[in-house]
């Protein structure tokens, strides 16, 4: 009876880590998807950013090439 109790904990023991290791796996898969879209993210920032300030530049220089003329 008790190497019977010893092999069932054993048997759980076996499925309660395969569960863990699982669950370790699609953590950690979402945490990769996440900084991935986070980095996507920061790129589009900052190309939107740069677009905006050279658009700005351009628009400032054009202004004062009239102006001067």
Known sequence: MESLIY???ARLEGIINTKI???KTEFSEQI???KQ???YWLL???VATTVTILSS???MMN???ESLK
């Open 21 to 23: 290791a699982e669950v």
């Open 44 to 46: 589009g920032t900052a």
């Open 7 to 9: 092999s069932e904990v």
């Open 37 to 39: 879209k986070a980095l």
């Open 63 to 65: 202004f004062m090439l």
């Open 32 to 34: 990769s998807s996440a």
């Open 57 to 59: 530049i351009w628009a």
